[in-house]
Nanobody, 124 residues
């Protein structure tokens, strides 16, 4: 059974950094496009970042470009999201997801598997 488990969320002040991790079971992360989405209260789920399989690169939402970095740890079968210079508007539940699409999978419906989410709260 495929499982994606996020960790690393927390409460911090604006300007700080966090690293989220998504550990995958029964799913080789190197063979999937792995993405991060977030959802704030009362808002729609928003694309954050994606890392394509097959060397098709990484993609970022406009609001996080230059601050967030997505990467894989193949040895641990995990995907990481390094978040720097966090802002209060980054506050949300962050979800990890896996897609069979190769390339820029930036839409939630392109993803087949989802984690339960981890809360990130940034205070001003």
């Amino acid at each position: 059974q495929v499982q994606l488990v996020e960790s690393g969320g927390g409460l911090l002040q604006a300007g700080g950094s966090l690293r989220l991790s998504c550990a995958a079971s029964e799913l080789p992360v190197w063979r999937y496009t792995m993405g991060w989405f977030r959802q704030a209260p009362g808002k729609e789920r928003e694309f954050v970042a994606a890392l394509s399989w097959g060397g098709f690169g990484s993609y970022y939402g406009d609001s996080v470009k230059g601050r967030f970095t997505i990467s894989r740890d193949n040895a641990k079968n995990a995907v990481l999201l390094q978040m720097n210079n966090l802002k209060p508007e980054d506050t949300a539940v962050y979800y990890c997801a896996a897609s069979g699409v190769r390339g820029g999978a930036t839409m939630a419906h392109q993803y087949d598997y989802w984690g339960q989410g981890t809360q990130v709260t940034v205070s001003s």
